[in-house]
Every structure is written in C-alpha cells, then in structure tokens.
C-alpha cells in the first residue's frame, strides 16, 4: 500500500512540474507570438520594449534577423504554400520559449531528481546548473556566428558557381537554423556532463585519457550524421568543436584531481 501510495505521489509531483514547465513555455510563445519589439535610445543605450503586433511579432523579427544575417545573398527566402510563413513563426516562437524557459526546466529537473541523489550528486548537480546555461548560450552563439553562415555559403557556392537562381523555403530554413542552434547549445555541455560524471563517482578521472581515441571517432561519426552534404569538410565545424570541448573537459577533470592530490 505504502508503495502504491509513493508511486502516485512521484505521479503527481511529475505532472505538477511538467505543467510549470508547461506553463512557463506557452506564456512565452503567446508574448513572442502576440508582441513586437520596439527599441528607444536612452543616454546612449538601446533598449527595447514591447508594444502588442500579432502579425509583425517578435518571431517574425527573429526570422527577419536570421534571414538578414545567414542567407547567403545570392539565395532566395520564399514560401511555396500559404501559411507557410506562419508555421516558421510558430517554429520559432516554440523553440525560443523553450530556450527562455530552460533555467525553470532545469529547475524543476533538479528539484525531482534530488530526492534519489547521493549528498554529493545533489553538490555536483547545483555546480553545474548556472554553466550549463552559460555553455548552453555560447554554444547557440558560436553556431549562429560562425558554423551556419560558414555552412550555407559553402553548400550554395555550387549553385552560384553554374549560374543557378537558388531558393530556400522558409520552413527548410528555420528548421536547418533552430536544429543546429540546439544543437550546438547541447554539444556545448560535454565538458560539464563529463565532469558531473567524474565528481559524482560513475566515473574516475582516469577514464577520459583512456577512451579518448574512441571519442574522437564517436565525435566524428556524430559530425558527419548532423551535417546535411557529404563533402566532408562541414562535419568539421562540428566535430572540431566537440572534440576541442572534450579535450577541455578531460583537462578540467585532470586538473581537478590533481589539486585534491595536492591536499
């Protein structure tokens, strides 16, 4: 009894967090969807606030913006069915929120997993918590600015190269952006899950030197799978990342334990 009793409780706190989460997200694809930036210069400073535009939204600005700053200026953005424009809007509206909302999902993660946390998991758990979010926004920073420009230009530089009109549609484009950006925030957080798995005990410092030829071919695979042409040279700029993180991390881990060596 006392078990079906704490089965029914873990129900219930899962579907309470799940509905915060929840919550959290639709209130902010609703602003996203619902209000547009305006943007005023005080004493030098550009600052912004939001004035009701559900046609001309914050997710159209956002799909303006990566329009502007990743498509390749010999390549057309265009939408071959109605309604298309707005499904991108919707796209993006869902992924920001969900972006937005990650300190409340990691929140409201922690704060379930803790009670099946050893003391020290629960202090390897909260050591992370802020930089996951910092990696998590430099990942989505770097891929923004230097990995998807670099990627589009080079796969259309063949269309342009035998004179060939090219354009992209819309949903293809949002959905190439938003999934690397993804991506990219989550390949960012190798050097942390690395060290979470190293402090918690499921794994000694050791481990990483020893398995490193076997991640480097792990983290080839992955950069070839993600990457949509076969040339062989775009899986790099995932790959070469990741790799660069897990060496970071294996030397963070390192580092670490020799100053408890030290003590």
Do not use: C
């Amino acid at each position: 009894m006392s078990e079906l009793h704490g089965i029914s409780h873990h129900i219930a706190e899962i579907r309470t967090r799940i509905t915060r989460i929840a919550i959290a997200v639709i209130v902010i694809i609703v602003i996203i969807l619902t209000f547009r930036l305006e943007h005023f210069v005080y004493n030098g400073i550009t600052l912004y606030y939001p004035v009701p535009e559900p046609i001309n939204n914050i997710a159209s600005q956002i799909t303006n913006h990566m329009r502007q700053e990743l498509v390749p200026k010999s390549v057309q953005l265009i939408q071959t069915a109605p309604g298309q424009a707005f499904y991108a809007q919707m796209y993006v509206a869902s992924i920001t929120g969900v972006v937005i909302s990650m300190p409340i999902i990691i929140r409201e993660f922690t704060a379930f997993i803790r009670p099946a946390l050893k003391e020290r998991e629960i202090k390897a758990t909260r050591s992370i918590a802020i930089p996951a979010l910092i990696l998590f926004v430099i990942g989505t920073i770097f891929a923004y600015f230097t990995v998807i420009p670099f990627m589009l230009n080079f796969l259309y530089q063949y269309g342009q190269a035998s004179g060939l009109v090219t354009f992209l549609n819309v949903i293809d484009f949002v959905s190439f952006v938003l999934q690397f950006l993804l991506a990219f925030g989550v390949a960012f957080q190798l050097p942390l899950i690395m060290y979470a798995a190293t402090v918690s005990g499921i794994t000694d410092a050791k481990f990483w030197r020893r398995n490193i030829r076997y991640a480097i071919v792990a983290l080839v695979i992955i950069g070839a799978i993600v990457t949509p042409d076969g040339s062989g040279v775009t899986m790099w700029f995932i790959s070469g990342p990741m790799i660069a993180l897990y060496l970071a991390g294996m030397a963070i881990i390192e580092r670490r334990e020799f100053k408890i060596k030290r003590l």
